[in-house]
């Protein structure tokens, strides 16, 4: 799948740099919820973050250790016609370099992270999030820090508001918030939609688990998923439905994939694709081949943990001959085929 163009207008930058640049609509959005009269931006890197702090905030404070990149931040700026804006090259934590910043509404640090981990740790980022608070305490209690969104919410030891956020359906950035910027414990977004889900104190529905797939399925946006809050969408859902028909049960496809199902058909704003189920079968290729002739269907999109060197030969086995103009997403669990066609499509 061809990537989106992030930038409105493309990036000065180094190919790594563009590639590792928060995407617009993140950068937007983030923007927004931080617009303060001051705001420093600690490993600013490029400028992609920065560009759009200037835009609303009077001021930014922008500070990178590379020399390199702080050029670059500085043409992208100007790109954008902004001149609010002090660059500082140098160590995040250098006397020297804070010194340069006076107080300030927020300090937003996007710290640099290994490429690879086995596991993802807060202990990896650099400059670290204590040292940071620490160096930037007299200048501001308002603090903003990106962090890896693999990240479950009980592997972050701060007293901070974990907001997920899925950009088109798959999870990308993971912000933590301190001070007076902090107003939930969890909060999950979609974007480019805007669409939001937080964390409630007190009792929440048990989602029951089941083996048995329903009328429909519902797949949550992913960072619904991460922020661990399945029980606040399930309880938002049975709202909707109604207390008849609001039943909704957690069907596991496998360590990877989850889905909602249920008889009730709502329609959910954190849901990334509601289906309609169309079959649950053996997961025999030829034997979905056939079904899928006599329902039109031009195209599958396999959601299955199949082995990448298996993978077009299923999926070549399961498209041959199919001539329709509808798609049908392909799930597997143990074996077990469910066919579903995506409901309210935009």
């Keep these: 799948m061809a990537r989106k163009k992030q930038f409105e207008k493309p990036l000065h930058g180094d190919k790594e740099s563009v ?20 705001l420093a931006d600690i490993s600013c ?14 001021f930014v404070y922008a500070v990178e250790i590379d020399p390199k990149k702080i050029e670059y931040a500085k043409q992208n700026c100007a790109m954008y016609g902004l001149e609010n804006v002090k660059f500082i090259c140098g160590d995040a934590l250098d006397p020297k370099v804070i010194e340069q910043i006076p107080a300030v509404d927020v300090v937003f640090s996007d710290p640099f992270r290994p490429a690879e981990e086995d596991k993802r740790q807060v202990s990896s980022l650099e400059p670290g999030i204590p040292n940071v608070l620490s160096a930037y305490g007299e200048k501001t209690k308002n603090f903003a820090f990106e962090a890896p969104p ?3 919410p009980e592997r972050i030891p701060f007293d901070c508001e974990k907001e997920y956020i899925s950009l088109d359906g798959q999870l990308n950035r993971l912000t933590l918030y301190f001070g007076g910027l902090k107003q939930n414990e969890r909060l999950a977004v979609a974007l480019p939609a805007g669409e939001g889900l ?8 048990k989602i029951r688990e089941t083996e048995k797939m329903k009328l429909f399925a519902y797949e949550p946006e992913p960072s619904v998923v991460a922020a661990e809050l399945l029980p606040e969408l399930v309880e938002s859902m049975m ?3 109604g207390p008849i028909m609001g039943a909704f049960e957690l069907f596991r496809v496998d360590k990877k994939r989850l889905l909602l199902t249920s ?6 704003s954190m849901i990334k694709n509601h289906y309609l189920v169309l079959k649950v079968c053996p997961f025999e290729p030829r034997e979905i081949n056939k079904f899928l002739k006599d329902k039109n269907v031009g195209s599958v999109i396999l959601r299955a943990g199949v082995k990448p060197e298996e993978y077009w030969e299923v999926r070549n086995e399961v498209e041959k001959g199919l001539e329709g103009n509808k798609t049908v997403h392909l799930f597997v669990k143990d074996n077990a085929a469910i066919l579903c066609e995506m409901l309210f499509k935009d």
Excluded: D, H, N
Excluded at 198 to 203: C, D, E, F, I, L
Excluded at 263 to 268: F, G, R, S, T
């Design 45 to 58: 890197g490029i400028g992609g973050q920065t560009v759009f702090f200037a835009q609303q905030c009077e």
């Design 263 to 268: 008889e009730a058909l709502i329609k959910q």
């Design 239 to 241: 709202q909707m439905a």
């Design 150 to 152: 693999q990240m479950p």
């Design 19 to 38: 590639r590792f640049a928060t995407p617009e609509p993140i950068a937007r959005y983030r923007a927004q919820r931080l617009r303060a009269r001051t």
């Design 198 to 205: 937080v964390s409630k104190y007190g009792p929440l529905p």
